[in-house]
């Protein structure tokens, strides 16, 4: 069945607005750890469910550069039917449904379509609370800061990563990496690195590079060796985001501007692939807390929470 008009609207929306923020030297997916947004975790919608996939880096593209600071966002409709009202003047921002419906009847003069599931996204817009007057005093809660994590191992997310059965060995080899050929991850000592946050993050990206093993995800990229690695790492580190977002611990990552433009080159090129990665990135996330389970902090840190 051929794209609408609309359909691919969308595509160009969301690939215009991660371009943008990376053409203008911003990382969307770090962005939620600093400057005025410092502390916002996953968004998250009228009834507290989270966000998924490239509405996430859509929201947190937003929240970073409006310098929102609360997590939560509903429709124009939604805050009214809660006793609340979008401020005069106030911008809603795109984000996207997906969805599937099932083929009725002959479609584009082709036969047999009748019955097929097939899939669709159209956009939507919302506000973020702080747009918004009137709402119940929970709504305007601030995000909560990182955990300090010091500069010593964490026993609960030490538990957490041993959790995901992945190997992890540690040596004085200054690298982090995942080694696919023995699927075992490699880790520098903890105490080598400037935070144990920081310790944590690159871990974070390194299982997520675990997640496609065949045995796992068995996740593929399209593309020459080259083209691969960036789409890779770029699904690593959306990867680790979501997973240090969820484990409320800050990610740092430092990257050069080659490997940005690669992946601005690709996404020029492909419309659809930084939704791709963003789909991609959901899924290993889901796999790492279907496998490790929630975080569960000590009982002093719950108390001190």
């Given at each position: 069945?051929?794209?609408?008009?609309?359909?691919?609207?969308i595509?160009d929306y969301?690939?215009n607005?991660?371009?943008?923020?990376?053409e203008?030297?911003?990382?969307?997916?770090?962005q939620?750890?600093?400057?005025?947004s410092?502390?916002?975790?996953l968004p998250?919608?009228?009834?507290?469910?989270a966000?998924r996939?490239i509405n996430?880096?859509?929201?947190w593209?937003?929240?970073?550069e409006?310098?929102?600071?609360s997590?939560?966002?509903?429709?124009?409709k939604?805050a009214?039917d809660l006793g609340?009202q979008?401020r005069k003047?106030?911008?809603?921002?795109?984000v996207v449904?997906?969805?599937?419906?099932?083929a009725?009847g002959?479609v584009?003069?082709?036969?047999?379509d009748?019955?097929?599931t097939?899939a669709?996204a159209?956009a939507?817009?919302?506000?973020?609370?702080?747009q918004?007057d009137?709402?119940?005093?929970?709504?305007?809660?601030k995000a909560?800061?990182?955990?300090?994590?010091?500069?010593?191992?964490?026993?609960?997310?030490?538990?957490?990563?041993?959790r995901?059965?992945?190997?992890i060995?540690?040596?004085?080899?200054?690298r982090?990496?995942y080694r696919?050929s023995t699927?075992r991850?490699h880790?520098p000592?903890?105490?080598?690195f400037?935070?144990a946050?920081?310790?944590?993050?690159?871990l974070?990206?390194?299982s997520?590079?675990?997640?496609?093993?065949?045995?796992?995800?068995?996740?593929?990229?399209?593309?020459l060796s080259a083209?691969?690695?960036?789409k890779?790492?770029?699904v690593?580190e959306?990867?680790?985001?979501?997973?240090a977002?969820r484990?409320g611990i800050?990610?740092?990552y430092d990257?050069?501007?080659?490997y940005?433009?690669?992946?601005?080159d690709?996404?020029?090129?492909?419309?659809r692939?930084?939704i791709?990665a963003a789909?991609m990135a959901?899924?290993?996330?889901?796999?790492?807390?279907?496998?490790a389970?929630?975080?569960?902090l000590?009982?002093a840190?719950?108390?001190?929470?």
């Amino acid at each position: 069945m051929a794209k609408s008009a609309k359909e691919f609207n969308i595509y160009d929306y969301v690939t215009n607005t991660i371009l943008a923020a990376l053409e203008a030297g911003t990382v969307p997916w770090r962005q939620c750890w600093t400057g005025e947004s410092l502390g916002v975790p996953l968004p998250l919608r009228a009834t507290g469910e989270a966000y998924r996939g490239i509405n996430v880096l859509m929201l947190w593209v937003q929240a970073h550069e409006k310098g929102y600071c609360s997590p939560t966002w509903m429709t124009y409709k939604q805050a009214r039917d809660l006793g609340g009202q979008v401020r005069k003047g106030e911008k809603s921002t795109t984000v996207v449904k997906y969805g599937t419906y099932e083929a009725k009847g002959e479609v584009e003069g082709r036969d047999g379509d009748e019955g097929q599931t097939r899939a669709y996204a159209r956009a939507y817009r919302v506000f973020n609370v702080e747009q918004i007057d009137g709402l119940a005093e929970p709504f305007y809660r601030k995000a909560e800061a990182p955990r300090d994590l010091g500069t010593e191992a964490d026993p609960a997310l030490e538990d957490w990563f041993d959790r995901l059965g992945i190997g992890i060995d540690t040596s004085e080899d200054p690298r982090a990496y995942y080694r696919p050929s023995t699927d075992r991850i490699h880790m520098p000592p903890i105490a080598t690195f400037e935070s144990a946050s920081q310790f944590y993050g690159v871990l974070a990206h390194e299982s997520a590079h675990a997640t496609k093993a065949p045995h796992r995800l068995d996740r593929k990229h399209t593309g020459l060796s080259a083209e691969r690695y960036c789409k890779e790492e770029v699904v690593a580190e959306l990867t680790a985001a979501l997973v240090a977002t969820r484990l409320g611990i800050e990610t740092h990552y430092d990257q050069n501007a080659a490997y940005l433009q690669h992946w601005i080159d690709a996404m020029k090129a492909d419309n659809r692939a930084v939704i791709k990665a963003a789909s991609m990135a959901q899924a290993a996330c889901d796999w790492m807390f279907e496998t490790a389970g929630e975080l569960s902090l000590p009982v002093a840190a719950q108390i001190a929470a």
